[in-house]
Structures are given as C-alpha cells and as structure tokens.
C-alpha cells in the first residue's frame, strides 16, 4: 500500500512531545512531522498569519499524501483551525481531514476537577484567541476556566534555559499569577506542547492538591477514539511504523533540539513552504 502517513504540525519542536504520545499509544501508523522553525514562534502573531503559514504547512502535508493533519500546535490549533476546516477543506480536498488539540483536551479537562475551577497556562496567542474558554463551556458550562499568558516559557525551552535558576523566576511568577486569579483552581493545564519540559519547576510552585495536565496523552487517546468513530479514516492511513521529520529551518539545529523533545535522536529533512 501506498504510504499514508498521518500528518504532525508544530510552529517548532513542541509538537514533537504530541508525537511521542502518538508513537506510544499508535506505533504502527506512519507519522510525517512537519515543524515551521523558520517562521516560529507563532504565539506573539496575528491571527491572519498564524493562518497563512498553518494552511501552507497543512496543503504540504497534503501533498505529501497526509489523509490526516493534526495540528499538535494550540497556537495554530486557536487561530486558525476553525476557518481551514470550514472554509479551505471543503475545496482543497473534502475528503481529508484536519485536527487540532485544544477540543480533545477540554472534552476531558472539565472531567477532572472537582471544584469547577480550571487553570490554562499558555501562549499569548492561545490566551487571547478565547479557545480553551469557548471549547470548555461546550462541553462543562458549570466549569470556570482561568488563563495566564506564559511569554517567556517558550523562549526559555528553546534556548535550553528551561532547567537554569533564571526560569523559576518566570514559572513562579505565571503560576502565582494565575493562582490568584481563581480561589479553587484544583486543575492546571499545560496549554503549549513546550511546557512540559519546564513541568518539574510549575509543580514546584503548584499546591500538592493541584491536577498538573499535559496533553500528550489527551490527545494520543482522542486519536485512538477518533479512529473508532471513523473507521473509514483510520482504513487510509498506513500501518508500517515509519516516522519522517522535515523542518523549514536548519536541520542540524531542529535534529539537536528535537532530541529534547521527542526522547531521543531523530534525522529531519529541510523542506521550503511558501
């Protein structure tokens, strides 16, 4: 059979921790990952250009015979999912599909608090596109979501500060920020796939009755039901465990980062979206 590799978008590596939960809980599915570090970091821009690049980076996909894209980026996930599977699916190719991560996580997070009160800690971007709070009413009307906007996290990660001294002082200062923003936050999430690489120093500054979420495993079970519910989606996608990696960057600089990521060493290929 022809390979049908299930595609992985990032602005950058964060999607890689995504795919690792993929690999784990689906290995014997085809993976194509596709990180936009050129053009990174997504968080700080416009919605109209977080969805020109996400709707290049998804047509590449596509034409790399990607029948599934999963946006493992909440950034692209918020700005620009929405209108790419409403208006551009329809013409580019109906048949495909185009998944995001945020509707998969707050199906489940308001699942887990006992006191209705739930923590978002994010990109800017993500914060204030509104999605987490949009989404998590759908599903938990009851649940009262509360927001911090992390600018500096993502840098920190991708600069490999995320274990020095000098990130604490940004963790505990988002985490208190949003602790004081709700009386009875009992569940936090980590609404950007770079955060849990910095997951042991907010657990520092987190109560121990505090639920600490990443979304690596949301997400990866939501697949394997995404699967149940559409069979004739999963019968597309190949079966013969093989994982490629591009980059629209340095693949020397992507391959040594990505390792932090995805656990351990990867070789990408530089590829060009324009």
Same mark, same amino acid.
Not at 71 to 82: M, Y
Not at 211 to 218: A, W
Not at 246 to 254: A, H, L, N
């Given at each position: 059979?022809?390979?049908? !590799?299930?595609? @992985?978008?990032?602005?950058?590596?964060?999607?890689? +921790?995504?795919?690792?939960?993929?690999?784990?809980?689906? !290995?014997?599915?085809?993976?194509?990952?596709?990180?936009?570090?050129?053009?990174?970091?997504?968080?700080?821009?416009?919605?109209? *250009? @977080?969805?020109?690049?996400?709707?290049?980076?998804?047509?590449?996909?596509?034409?790399?015979?990607?029948?599934? $894209?999963?946006?493992?980026?909440? +950034?692209?996930?918020?700005?620009?999912?929405? *209108?790419?599977?409403?208006?551009?699916?329809? @013409? =580019?190719?109906?048949?495909?599909?185009?998944?995001?991560?945020?509707?998969?996580? &707050?199906?489940?997070?308001?699942?887990? %608090?006992?006191?209705?009160?739930?923590?978002?800690?994010? *990109?800017?971007?993500? $914060?204030?596109?509104?999605?987490?709070?949009?989404?998590?009413?759908?599903?938990?009307?009851?649940?009262?979501?509360?927001?911090?906007?992390?600018?500096?996290?993502?840098?920190?990660? /991708?600069?490999?500060?995320? /274990?020095?001294?000098?990130?604490?002082?940004?963790?505990?200062?988002?985490?208190?920020?949003?602790?004081?923003?709700?009386? #009875? =936050?009992?569940?936090?999430?980590?609404?950007? &796939?770079?955060?849990?690489?910095?997951?042991?120093?907010?657990?520092?500054?987190?109560?121990?009755?505090?639920?600490?979420?990443?979304?690596?495993?949301?997400?990866?079970?939501?697949? $394997?039901?995404?699967?149940?519910?559409? !069979?004739?989606?999963?019968?597309?996608?190949?079966?013969?465990?093989?994982?490629?990696?591009?980059? +629209?960057?340095? %693949?020397?600089?992507?391959? +040594? #980062?990505?390792?932090?990521?995805?656990?351990?060493?990867?070789?990408?290929? #530089?590829?060009?979206?324009?």
């Amino acid at each position: 059979m022809k390979q049908q !590799p299930i595609g @992985v978008f990032d602005s950058g590596y964060g999607g890689l +921790t995504i795919l690792k939960e993929f690999i784990h809980t689906l !290995p014997q599915y085809d993976y194509l990952y596709l990180g936009d570090n050129a053009r990174a970091p997504y968080g700080p821009r416009s919605f109209e *250009t @977080v969805y020109r690049y996400t709707l290049q980076c998804v047509k590449w996909l596509f034409a790399q015979n990607c029948p599934l $894209v999963i946006l493992a980026c909440n +950034t692209a996930s918020a700005k620009a999912l929405r *209108t790419i599977q409403q208006v551009d699916l329809p @013409v =580019i190719n109906p048949e495909n599909r185009v998944l995001g991560v945020i509707r998969p996580t &707050t199906e489940k997070i308001g699942a887990l %608090t006992a006191t209705k009160e739930v923590g978002i800690l994010a *990109t800017a971007g993500t $914060v204030l596109s509104g999605s987490y709070l949009i989404e998590t009413e759908k599903f938990y009307p009851d649940v009262k979501v509360y927001q911090e906007a992390c600018p500096m996290w993502v840098p920190l990660v /991708e600069n490999n500060e995320y /274990e020095s001294s000098g990130a604490d002082y940004f963790v505990e200062k988002n985490v208190k920020n949003l602790l004081a923003k709700g009386g #009875h =936050i009992d569940t936090v999430l980590l609404a950007c &796939t770079h955060y849990p690489l910095l997951k042991d120093k907010i657990r520092k500054y987190l109560p121990d009755e505090v639920n600490l979420l990443s979304q690596g495993e949301i997400v990866a079970n939501s697949l $394997v039901d995404y699967f149940k519910r559409h !069979p004739e989606m999963e019968s597309r996608c190949s079966k013969q465990g093989a994982v490629q990696f591009y980059t +629209t960057d340095s %693949t020397e600089d992507f391959d +040594t #980062h990505a390792a932090t990521f995805f656990g351990k060493s990867i070789r990408s290929e #530089h590829v060009n979206i324009e």
